[in-house]
């Protein structure tokens, strides 16, 4: 039997029907002489995940953990388990769009110098995200960051085009980034091995930590904008109620706070870490109290359908 050139390692949590979509989406994607295994590594999900894979997806390896190990534990059981020239880390809320995946191991085999690669993640309308492959995260993207309001009024300030790479998302070919997101996110599998494998040393801003390393032992990452994959984004890992939400906003936060003053080599005693400290908490408390005035109603109404869970992999 041939050797897989890829490996999908799909990381799940009370995610079923998000997860069903996406396998049948990636076997029913365009993939030429690509050859792929698929690996779905569950973090302890109660609603019925690894019964619904072992009747509906047999060919489908699975790594059924007992409890929520968290993303990077997760992502590494699959990797090591992984028979591939290259491995693929996955959300389970994704969709693949056509030939996306072949585009990348096609060019990752044409530029054996690159570490990493990532598709670019669309919403279900087909506008972009911005959360595909992006450069490190400056204080001025405290205000200018994703999702905030000042991004949405002036999305062409230098500070969000300069985050984003925006205007280089349209290009025809691959271009470097500094991190891609962990939705999609394919990693040649001696380049894996070679920085120790995902950052399991954090919960948030691993990508940014992974792709670091990689690039620090000579492997950069880079950004397909052809290749093009749907992204639910939040959906999947259960239901996330207002005490998830809370949770991730608070371990965003102190990821920030880590990895900022980490990536800088800010030492354990320079000043700089108190009003560094005092900002992202003041962020953190004003996401936490806009956040409590938004209704329950539909998390209760989407926790009753199919039995979900709460979720949330912070949780």
Known sequence: ????????????????????????????????????????????????????????????????????????????????????????????????????????????????KAGAIGSRLLNLDGTDQWSSGRNFPTPMNALFS????????????????????????DTAEPYKVDWLSAAALM???????????LAEDYYYFHELIFCDRLARAGWPSYLHPQSKIIH?????????????????????????????????RISRFNPVRLPLAAILAARASFLIISDSFKSERQEVIDQSKEGRPEGGVAI
Not at 150 to 169: E, G, Q, V
Not at 187 to 197: F, I, L
Not at 232 to 252: D, L, M, P
């Open 1 to 112: 039997m041939k050797q897989p050139d890829l490996t999908a390692v799909i990381i799940s949590l009370n995610s079923k029907h998000y997860l069903r979509g996406c396998l049948d989406s990636m076997m029913g994607a365009e993939w030429r002489s690509v050859v792929c295994e698929y690996i779905v590594v569950d973090n302890g999900s109660t609603d019925g995940t690894v019964e619904m894979l072992r009747q509906e997806y047999p060919t489908v390896r699975i790594i059924a953990n007992p409890t929520n190990l968290g993303y990077c534990k997760a992502g590494n059981q699959g990797a090591e388990a992984s028979n591939a020239r290259y491995v693929l880390f996955l959300n389970d809320d994704i969709l693949i769009i056509e030939d996306a995946l072949p585009k990348l191991v096609e060019w990752m085999d044409a530029n054996p």
């Open 146 to 169: 994703r999702k905030s309001p000042l991004t949405r009024i002036f999305p062409n300030s230098p500070w969000a085009k300069h985050y984003f790479l925006s205007d280089r998302i």
């Open 187 to 197: 990693v040649r599998k001696e380049a894996w091995a070679a920085v120790g494998g």
């Open 232 to 264: 639910y984004e939040g959906a999947g890992s259960g239901v996330r109620t207002r005490r998830v939400r809370r949770r991730h906003i608070e371990r965003f936060h102190k990821a920030a706070y880590v990895w900022f003053c980490a990536h800088h």
